[in-house]
Structures are given as C-alpha cells and as structure tokens.
C-alpha cells in the first residue's frame, strides 16, 4: 500500500514568504503530525491532528499553522520565514495515535535564503 | 518535561559487531518507548516499540527492552551489517494524552565491510 507522501520535496524560499507544504497519509490512517528537523535542535514536534481537529501543538509561533481535510490529508503553513525556518519537515500518520506507531513520509526539505 | 537522552555518537563498528545504543528517558508516569530509525535522505521507520515495563521489542534482528527501573531501553544487534548504516532515534510518548513524540537527538552508525 502507498505510503506517507509529502509534496513538494524540495523547496527554496525568500526571507518573509510564506509557504505551504502538503502531507497524504497512509489510506485509512487518521492521525497526521508534524515534525521539525534541524542539525541543531533535532527532531521537534509542531502540532497533530486527528478527524480535522488539532489535538496537539508543539512550542512554535503562531507563524506555524496546520489543517486536516475531511479525507485526512493536511497542510502546514509557514508565513513570513525566517533563516532559522529552513529543515526538514516530516509528516507522520498514524490509525488513530502514536502508541501503534507513526507512519513517516520522506519529507519537504525547505531553505530559506 | 519529558526528555530523551541517548549517545550520540557517531558509533563506527566493523561488519558483524555487537551494536549497543544507550537510551535513558524522564517522564511521568508509563511512557511507550520506540527506536526509529532514519536512512540518509528518507523520513523516520519504525524499528521496534515496547508499550509497558519489561516488554521486549523486537524487529530484524535488533531488540530493545523497557527497563522502567533504570528508564532504559537501549537498542541492541548481535551482528551489524552494512545496510544496518544510518541514524537511530528513541523516542517516548505518553498512551492516552498528548500525540506527540519526544525524540532522543539521535545515534549516527556507520558500518564498514
């Protein structure tokens, strides 16, 4: 069965821009969370969803910002980036939590220049 | 709050070496405990996962057991093979409250032939 899908793969941005990256989840799957991952501070988490509901939210600013549609696919914006903004943001989904295990997809790797 | 802390190597074995990663964890309470485990340019896999005290995960050929008395759950292989080359990451989450996993900062391994 098809995987966690993340789009784009990779993207470069300007300073102040805001972005949008797009997750699929494994069919049936209705957990979707966010993960922020630099050399620095390591994998952290932004925020979860379950059935378009935010159950969860990491410690970022309110520039991050998610959704989940009614078929559990979801989106996370980023408005006015900053150089600091530029990782690897991981999408997960999960059955219905991560106590069964998340679900990984590859990843959108954003720069900001 | 809840944190993970295991060695950060890098760790360098040659093929067919004993694989230990150590993984101490601080939370409240009865976390689940995982290893994931991330392949350069891919997302995070699930590897093994122990959800109560003295259960033991297991997953090609690597195990790893929930020690609550010592918070431990180190990951451990009898014999390392090439493929097995890439960044282990424990991981804790809390069953029934907050979706979000707290990552360790993650062991890079390199296995040479």
Partial sequence: KAGVTQTPRYLIK???????????????????SWYQQTPGQGLQFLFEYFSETQRNKGNFPGRFSGR???NSRSEMNVST???????????ASSLAGGVYGYTFGSGTRLTVV | GD????????VTLSEEAFLTI???????????????VQYPGEGLQLLLKATKAD?????????????????????EKGSV?????????????????????????????????
């Fill in chain 1, 68 to 70: 989940q549609f009614s």
């Fill in chain 2, 3 to 10: 944190s993970v802390t295991q060695m950060e190597g890098p």
């Fill in chain 1, 14 to 32: 300007t300073r102040g821009q805001q972005v949008t990256l797009s997750c699929s989840p494994i069919s049936g799957h209705r957990s979707v």
């Fill in chain 2, 22 to 36: 150590n993984c101490t964890y601080t939370a409240t309470g009865y976390p689940s405990l995982f290893w994931y």
């Fill in chain 2, 55 to 75: 259960d033991k995960g297991s997953n090609k050929g690597f195990e790893a057991t929930y020690r609550k008395e010592t918070t431990s759950f180190h990951l």
């Fill in chain 1, 81 to 91: 980036l900053e150089l600091g903004d530029s990782a690897l943001y991981l999408c």
């Fill in chain 2, 81 to 113: 093979q090439v493929s097995d080359s890439a960044v282990y990451f424990c991981a804790l989450l809390h069953q029934g409250g907050s979706e979000k996993l707290v990552f360790g900062k993650g062991t890079k391994l390199t296995v040479n032939p």
